[in-house]
C-alpha cells in the first residue's frame, strides 16, 4: 500500500461523508511537500475543491473544514486526523508507512510513480514529437540545445507514462539559403577543406557568399537561380545538394551520441518541395489563396475582426518554411496517424506556429487542435574561457573539461576506469539541470561557476549525491527485498521525511506530464538529493546493528533508485563512481 492506496483509503473515508464517489476525490487529495518544519502530516484534502469556495466566506470554509474532519475517523492505515485553513490534514501509520512506500519503490523498479491511480485512468496515445532540427551545412548551434534537451525530455517522459512516441528530426535543409550556399561553394568552395572539416568549411563558405552577395548583385541572382535549379531538381545542384546533407547529418549523429539523444525518423523541409504544390492547389480549390500586387501568394488570417495573412509562396514560385511546414503536418498525419504532434522551438516562433495551426483549420484539417507548440527561451551569456560560444561542441568540451579539472582537485575523488566519460556526464547533467530549473519559455542567465558547484541545486549535485548512494550498495552489499524489513527503525524524523518525499513522486510526474514542464521533477530530485545527504550524514548503516542497518540500506537504495528513474527521465546518465 503506497501513494495510490493511502488515496484510496482517505477517499473511501471522504466518500461515506460527502456522498461522492471515490473517484471523485482521488485527485484532490495531495501529499504533503515536505518542509524545514517537518510536518507530521502526510496528506492533505483541500474542502474548496468540493464546495463553491466562491459563493462562501473563509469562516464558512473553515467551518464545513472543521465540521468534515470531525465526521472522519482514525483507523489501523489513517492514525491521526487534523485541520489546516482549509484542509484536513492525515498522518499515516508511521510504520505502515515505511513499510508500504518502500515494498512499492522495490516492486515497481522503473515504473515507481508511474504505475499510480493517477495515471491509470489515461488513455494511451501516439504522439509524434519534432525536434532539434538544426539546418545543414551548419555546425550544431547552441541555440538547439534547449530543443534538443527539452524535446528529449518530453519523448521520455510520453514513453514512460505508456504513449507510442515517434522522435522526429526535422531538418532545416531547403530554402533560399542553399541558394547562396550552392553558389558560394561553386565560387568559393575547396573539395580537400570539405574533406578535412566539412561542416566548418561550409560555414566559411556561407559567410563568405552572404558578404559577396551584399556587394555584388550578380552573386544575389546566381543564387536566387541557383535555389530554382533545386526546385526544378536538376542534377548538378541536387548532387551537390545532397552532398552537403548527408555530411551534416553524419556531423549531427556524433552530436547526438554526445548528448545521449536519438530519433526514429529523419525528416526535413526537402522532402516537401514538391507536396507544397498540392497544399497550394488545396488552398486555391478552397479560395484561401490570395495574390499579392507582387505576385506574392497569400492566405488572410482573420483574428479578432482584422484582417491579417501570412505569405505562402514567392512571386517566383519557390516556396516558404510555412508551406513546408503545411504540408509536412498534413503528410505526417496521414502517414503515422499520431493523436498529438508537438513541435519543440523558440518563443521567437509563436506567431509562426499560431499561423500554421490556424491555416490547417482554415483547410479543413479538425486534428490541428491537436498539435501543440511548445516554446522555449533564449539562453544568455554563454561563454566559454575562450570567449563567446556559437558551437554546442564547444559547450560540452567545455564542461567536462572544468568538471574535469574540479574533479582532479578534489580529495575525495574516486579512482575512475573512464574519468574523461564520467567528466561529459556529469558537466551534461549540469547543463541539463540549469536549463530545466526554470519555466521553459524564460530567458536564463547562464553561469558556469553557478552551474558547476558541487554543493548547491546543480546537477553536479545530483550526480555526486547518486554516486554516494550507489557506493553504500557497494559497501554494505544490495538489499533485495524489503517484506522482513523492520520499519520501527526507521522512524527517525530524517527517514520519515524522506519516505514522505518518495511519496509525492507520482504526482511530481503527473504533473510534468500534464504542463509539459521539466522543472517539477528537478525541483524534486534536488530536493531528494538534499534529504538523502541529510539522512546519509546522521543515519549511518556503518556500525549500526544488523537489523537497523538493513532497513537504512534499504532507504537510502530506494531514495537511490527513485534519483536514477527522474534523471533518466531528464536525459541524464547516471554515474555510479565521482
Known sequence: MAASCFRRRIAAQLSNVLEMPPDNLMKSIHAIPVSKK???????????SVLDASKLPKSDIQLQTQRLAEQLKCDNVVSEISTGEGRINFTINRELLAKSVLQQVFQDGSEYGIKSELFSGLPRRKILIEFSSPNIAKKFHVGHLRSTIIGNFIANLKEAIGHHVTRMNYLGDWGMQFGLLGTGFQQFG???????????????????????AEEDETIKKMAQDFFRKLEAHEEEALSLWQRFRDVSIEEYVRMYKRLGVYFDEYSGESFYQEKCQEVLKMLDTKDLLKKTKEGTGIVYLPEKGDQSY???VRNDGTSLYITRDLAAAIDRMDRCYPDTMIYVTDKSQISHFQQLFQILKLMGHKWAERCRHVPFGRVQGMKTRKGEVVFLEDVLDEASSMVLERMASTKTTKELVNPLETAQRVGLAALIIQDFKGLLSSDYQFSWDRVLQSQGDTGVFV?????????????????????????????DPQAISLIQHLLRYDEILYQSSQDLQPKHIVLYLLALSRLAAVAHKVLPVKGSVPELAEARISLFQAARSILANGMKLLGITPITKM
Do not use: M
Open 310 to 312: 501570412s505569405a505562402v
Open 190 to 212: 575547396s573539395e580537400e577543406k570539405l574533406k578535412l572539416n566539412p561542416l566548418q568549411h561550409l560555414v566559411e563558405v556561407y559567410v563568405e557568399a552572404n558578404k559577396a
Open 463 to 491: 550526480q555526486y549525491t547518486h554516486a554516494r548512494l550507489h557506493s553504500l550498495e557497494e559497501k554494505f552489499g544490495k538489499v533485495s527485498q524489503v517484506s522482513h524489513i523492520n520499519p520501527a527503525c526507521l522512524q
Open 38 to 48: 517537518r510536518q507530521a502530516a502526510d496528506f492533505q484534502f483541500f474542502v474548496s
